[in-house]
């Protein structure tokens, strides 16, 4: 555990830090040596999540042609996966490549937030730890949503559009994203719906029709549960509710509420949706991880009326230390990633 627990202390460390001197932020440097802190822990692991069935697909690729290959899963994760098989780099290879992806889409979205070492804390427990560390290609679907977003930031609305399709041909549930860009800006709405629709008709044609079927039956009509599903949104649910409290003061200071307003709208109606579908809705909800990280980050400046900032840095910082502890102390899966193991240094902690 105690690897979890380092992964964690750098970013509260950063965090208290990076609150006393802005100019950290935009240290170019120190974002690398982070980014390349958690990608060493991240790729060369051997243990989270479904780890060993990404590895023995991997194996089982040897046997594939292409097509066959590209047949039975997200078109680029097997394109990718099927060539690093034949070329013998190893899956370490391939957990290095989503490992890269995901970080650097989360370090990108991070850098556009108002205290992005804080959002880094918050992103530490659950988005690097268990969903980069155990589902490797939802990991690196969202790590290109966020490459997204942070487009969309800057009113890039088709290169956006651009990664949440390249996101979806690594997990399909990315595809819903995409219509979320609509709130985005106040202008060109109707040229956007156009857009969003040929883009969804064009995607779902690609990537998801041939295998529409399988899914619901395995997500929704056979009921599958996801242990902690509703531990996770509830997660989402609570920054969701802080948003909406502090809307007068979020419009004053940032003009992105639109887009978030609607990303927190649906992290409400997921806790009601979850108890009849919690696998479909956990991993839905596990885009809405941004807001989080948004919401929290902002936090310290939205509540300075009420509070000082430094005190709900520090709340925010004990809050998910405390998430931390309890999901590798009592999560019922927890056993997948404790002990901790990397080929780089294995059993050492």
């Not at 460390?13 to 802005?22: A, E, Q, R």
């Not at 850098?111 to 155990?134: C, D, E, F, H, S």
């Not at 929704?220 to 509710?241: D, F, H, K, T, Y």
């Not at 009326?305 to 230390?321: G, H, N």
Request: charged share 10%; net charge positive; glycine share 6%.
């Amino acid at each position: 555990m105690i690897v979890y627990y380092l992964m964690y202390f750098v970013a509260f460390i950063l965090t208290l830090y990076g609150t006393k001197n802005k100019k950290l932020k935009n240290n170019i440097l120190l974002w690398w040596l982070i980014g390349i802190f958690y990608i060493l822990f991240i790729a060369f692991r051997e243990c989270g999540g479904d780890y060993n069935n990404y590895l023995n697909r991997f194996n089982e690729l040897s046997y594939l042609n292409l097509s066959q290959a590209i047949s039975f899963g997200d078109k680029s994760y097997q394109f990718i996966s099927y060539y690093i098989n034949k070329m013998h780099l190893g899956f370490v290879t391939l957990t290095f490549i989503c490992a890269f992806v995901s970080i650097s889409g989360l370090i990108s979205f991070l850098r556009r937030q108002y205290n992005p070492w804080l959002g880094l804390a918050v992103a530490v427990p659950y988005l690097i730890i268990v969903v980069y560390m155990g589902y490797m290609r939802q990991g690196i679907a969202i790590g290109l949503v966020m490459m997204g977003l942070v487009e969309l930031s800057k009113g890039r609305f088709w290169r956006f559009v651009f990664f949440v399709i390249l996101a979806t041909s690594f997990h399909k549930s990315a595809i819903m994203m995409i219509s979320f860009g609509i709130f985005a800006g106040k202008k060109g709405k109707l040229l956007k719906a156009i857009g969003v629709l040929t883009a969804l008709v064009g995607v779902w044609t690609a990537f998801v029709s041939s295998e529409a079927t399988v899914l619901w039956q395995n997500y929704v009509e056979a009921q599958i549960q996801s242990q902690g599903a509703m531990i996770r949104v509830v997660l989402n649910n609570i920054p969701a509710l802080l948003l909406f409290y502090f809307r007068k003061e979020w419009k004053r200071y940032f003009s992105d509420y639109n887009f978030w307003k609607m990303i927190a709208l649906a992290s409400i109606a997921s806790l009601f949706l979850v108890k009849f579908s919690s696998t479909a809705v956990d991993r839905m909800a596990l885009y809405f991880i941004p807001l989080q990280i948004v919401v929290y980050s902002r936090l310290p400046l939205l509540s300075k009326r009420i509070i000082s900032p430094l005190a709900v840095t520090y709340l925010i910082l004990f809050f998910y230390l405390l998430v931390l502890t309890i999901w590798l102390n009592f999560a019922t899966h927890a056993y997948y990633w404790v002990p901790y193991r990397n080929v780089l240094f294995n059993e050492l902690f």
